[in-house]
Each structure stands twice: as structure tokens, then as C-alpha cells.
């Protein structure tokens, strides 16, 4: 057996290929050759990272592997019908773009002020999206987001977003970069920062990376220029807004596939959580809300997180696996947090 450790790597970082799980599949679902899978693992313990094979123990790690697998297996049909709609986004955006360009240059009355044309990406649930603009910009886009710009920026750089998105700006003193939510107007000129303004949402954030922003509310009257590693909260039903220092990185460790907490509040955390699993999250008791949760997670199973969850805070949980209905259409998984009274107690 050709033993490559460089692909167990790339499957436990969530970097890995088609070809990369055939050959994970081939390998560990052989139980005639586990013994010699033992001795492969031990003879390159070393050359794992400490993320993922922290206990030194080879029949966690064998464990985790079949876990990930069965996991993986029982998502394939949900991941080939985001696979689909990826192909369709980028074979529209394409098309979008070539056609674009081709009215631009051999159409129109270059003697005539054009119309900007836009062009749209649109991030599935359960999933995110590396973008990259014409400008040189790039960033990545979380679930369930959507982001909308010129195909050719002119003497402004103008984006429109939905959800939450990661930028990292090109710089250009001349041309300003402005990100536009339904409640907040964002100008940069070259900078890292995450926002998060999703449709229906009681707030939109800005946390700033690396660079400065300058955040006006959309009539134009000008909230404050953060810092690095300051964000500010708007409340969008009293327009009134709060900033605080805090690490920015937990807050872009989602672009890794990373689900990173930092002493957050329960409500923010089941917020986080359901749309990063796509699933319906509900607190059932107000005694959870001021409860703050402290942890990382890379590429963990929702039921692996909640019974974390359950173990650090005083709660138990219960899983409605997601029903199809009469028109074919999958709900979403549903969870209900309840406060856990007797441990409570205990404690």
C-alpha cells in the first residue's frame, strides 16, 4: 500500500480533492488492511498537524477518519447540488462578463454615456465562495450572501452586499472603494475588514483587520473610523450604534473554513451556527441568552459541536433531521437549545 500522509493533511483541512477522497475511500474502508494502516499512521505521526491527532492515540485518529467519511457520504447528494449550482453561478457569470465586454467595445456609440452593467454572485447556503474583482480586489463570500458590482469600475469602486463577506481591497488613492449595505455606506483604500448585514437581520457589523474604513449611515452622516481589531455594531431599528476592541481573527477564520468563538453570546453563537450548517437554530429558554461560549471548531459535524456545547454550558439539544415535503423541497434541520435547570444546580 502507498501510504500519503500529504492527502490525510489536505482531508482534515478541508483542502482536499475528488481524487484525494477516492483514495482516502479506497484506503481506510479496507478492514483486511488496518494493521498495516496502524503502522503507516505511526510511521508518519509526526508529519501530522496537532489540530487534528492532538491525543496521540492512533485509533482516535482512525476514528475521525471513518467519522469524516460516513459524514461526507451521507452529504454527497447535498454537495453535488451545490457543485451544480457553482457550475451554473460561474458558467452565468461568465457569459455575464463576455457578453458585457463585447457591448462595450463593438456595440455601443462610444460617443454616448454607457449605463453600468452588473454582475452578480450569489453564495449557496452551507457554503462560501472566493471572489475576485476587476480592480484587483478579492475576498470571499459566506453563506447564504450575495454580492453585486460594476463590471468595470470607473471613477469609483461601488459594491453592493448581502450577508456577510471578507474583503481584501486593492489599493488606489484615486478611486475610493465603497461597500454598500442596506444600512451602512463603508469607504476604504486599501484594507481587510468582514462584514456582516444580512436581510432581516436587528444589526450589521463591520470589523476591521488591517487598514482603516470610514462608516457612514446610508443618508450619509458619518458613525466613525475604525482601527484594527475594532468593530462597530449598528442597531438597524434604533439606527443607534456601539464599538468595541476585540481579535479580529475570529472573525475571518470562516474564509479558512474555521468556526472560531471567542466568549460570544448564545444568541450569537445559534446565529453563527445555522448559518454555517444551514440549519434552523431556536433558544427555547431566555436563561441561555447571556450564556458566552469560548471555542474553535475545523470541519466538526453539527452534532460533534452541540454535544461540545452541551458539555461547556448548561443546555441539552434536540435534532429534527431535515423532511422533504410534498414538493420535493428540503427544510432545513431544525434545533432547539433548552436550559439544562438540573445542571444548573448541580453546579
Not at 52 to 73: N, P, S
Not at 307 to 315: E, G, M, V
Amino acid at each position: 500500500m502507498d501510504f500519503k500522509p500529504e492527502i490525510l493533511r489536505r482531508f482534515f483541512s478541508g483542502k482536499y480533492s475528488r481524487k484525494d477522497y477516492l483514495w482516502i475511500k479506497s484506503v481506510f474502508s479496507n478492514s483486511k488492511d488496518e494493521d498495516l494502516l496502524k503502522e503507516s499512521l505511526e510511521n508518519h505521526w509526526d508529519e501530522f498537524n496537532d489540530s487534528f491527532a492532538d491525543t496521540g492515540d492512533i485509533d482516535y485518529l482512525l476514528q475521525r477518519i471513518h467519522h469524516k467519511m460516513d459524514d461526507i457520504e451521507s452529504s454527497s447528494s447535498s454537495k453535488v447540488r451545490y457543485l451544480r449550482i457553482f457550475r451554473q453561478i460561474a458558467a452565468v457569470l461568465v457569459i455575464q462578463v463576455v457578453l458585457t465586454f463585447l457591448a462595450f467595445y463593438y456595440f455601443q456609440d462610444k460617443n454616448q454615456p454607457t449605463q453600468p452593467v452588473f454582475a452578480e454572485i450569489e453564495c449557496p447556503l452551507g457554503a462560501r465562495v472566493k471572489f475576485d474583482l476587476p480592480d484587483g480586489s478579492s475576498g470571499y463570500l459566506n453563506s447564504g450572501s450575495r454580492l453585486k458590482y460594476p463590471v468595470q469600475f470607473k471613477t469609483k469602486r461601488d459594491i453592493t452586499l448581502s450577508g456577510e463577506a471578507w474583503f481584501n481591497v486593492a489599493h488606489d488613492s484615486i478611486h475610493p472603494f465603497f461597500v454598500k449595505t442596506q444600512n451602512l455606506n463603508i469607504e476604504v483604500l486599501g484594507t481587510r475588514f468582514n462584514v456582516i448585514a444580512h436581510e432581516g437581520d436587528l444589526s450589521e457589523e463591520v470589523i476591521l483587520s488591517q487598514g482603516s474604513v470610514k462608516i457612514a449611515t446610508e443618508s450619509g452622516q458619518i458613525l466613525s473610523v475604525l482601527k484594527p481589531n475594532e468593530r462597530l455594531v449598528l442597531n438597524t431599528e434604533k439606527m443607534t450604534y456601539t464599538q468595541e476592541s476585540l481579535d479580529a481573527s475570529q472573525y475571518l477564520a470562516w474564509t479558512e473554513g474555521k468556526l472560531v468563538f471567542r466568549n460570544e453570546r448564545m444568541e450569537q453563537v445559534a446565529k453563527r451556527l445555522g448559518r454555517w450548517y444551514n440549519a434552523e437554530i431556536e433558544i427555547e429558554d431566555p436563561e441561555l441568552l447571556e450564556h458566552a461560549f469560548r471555542a474553535t471548531f475545523i470541519d466538526e459535524p453539527l452534532d460533534e459541536v452541540l454535544k461540545i456545547l452541551a458539555k461547556t454550558t448548561p443546555i441539552t439539544f434536540e435534532i429534527t433531521e431535515r423532511k422533504q415535503t410534498i414538493d420535493n423541497i428540503y427544510l432545513k434541520k431544525h434545533v432547539i437549545l433548552r436550559f439544562d435547570k438540573n445542571r444548573k444546580e448541580a453546579s
